[in-house]
């Protein structure tokens, strides 16, 4: 019999936000459990082997064995560079 570990995968985006709760087998790899954590039907833009992850805010592979009590996050692709944001905004506080 295969033991179970309880995890946690969440994912959101400014209008909707899921934690889903689930116990998992021992040894799952992070995408092993976001497949099993079904995210997908709240979220069907998620592509479980494409997906960006972390453990609690710390960037993970896809490949990673999850542990009992961790929280996997999937995050969302950034719409712009925070290099290229903080150089408009110091380019637009040096015109004032």
């Known amino acids: 019999m295969?033991?179970?570990i309880e995890i946690e995968v969440v994912y959101g985006r400014p209008d909707k936000q899921?934690?889903?709760s689930l116990s998992v087998p021992v040894g799952s790899t992070l995408e092993e459990c976001i497949t099993l954590s079904g995210i997908?039907?709240?979220f069907p833009?998620?592509?479980p082997s494409e997906a960006v992850v972390g453990i609690f805010s710390r960037p993970d592979k896809l490949s990673s064995i999850v542990k009992a009590g961790e929280r996997i996050e999937i995050y969302r692709p950034l719409i712009?560079?925070?290099k290229e944001m903080r150089k408009l905004r110091a380019a637009k506080m040096s015109k004032k």
Do not use: F, Q, R
């Open 2 to 4: 295969n033991e179970l």
């Open 80 to 82: 712009a560079d925070p």
């Open 18 to 20: 899921v934690l889903l």
């Open 45 to 47: 833009e998620i592509i």
């Open 40 to 42: 997908t039907t709240h």
